[in-house]
């Protein structure tokens, strides 16, 4: 799956800060996976003010990461997708980034059939 540099930032967020020691493990190797370098925070501007995080909009698509997510990961990130869709927490911003993930869970379950 390919992830802009917006969409790495996006799915860096999701993850709470508490779980149990399987949830910990699998939030560790997504962030592992989603994490930008400092010469990719540079490409798109990225800047931490306070506890927000901005990045340039028109440079975002300079970043692109080639990632593959197991199973075990895409069921964990749809688990908190669907709590937070629940909890209306969905926002402009991050939909289209939880669709994408939302389609790479349905696409592994349609492999196993």
Same mark, same amino acid.
């Given at each position: ?8 930032? +996006? ?5 709470? /800060? #508490? ?7 699998? *939030? %560790?190797?997504? $962030? ?20 927000? +995080? ?5 440079? /975002? #698509? ?7 997510? *197991? %199973?075990?990961? $895409? ?39």
């Amino acid at each position: 799956m390919k992830l802009s540099g917006k969409e790495c930032l +996006i799915l860096q967020g999701i993850f709470p /800060e #508490g779980g149990n020691f399987l949830t910990i493990d699998i *939030t %560790k190797d997504v $962030l592992k996976k989603v994490k930008l370098s400092q010469e990719e925070g540079t490409l798109i501007e990225l800047k931490v003010v306070g506890n927000q +995080i901005y990045w340039n909009d028109n440079k /975002e #698509g300079l970043v692109s990461k080639d990632v593959t997510f *197991t %199973k075990a990961e $895409l069921e964990y990130m749809m688990t908190i997708i669907n709590k937070m869709e629940t909890q209306n927490q969905i926002t402009i911003v991050n939909s289209d980034t939880l669709k994408k993930i939302r389609a790479a869970s349905t696409a592994k379950e349609e492999e196993k059939k």
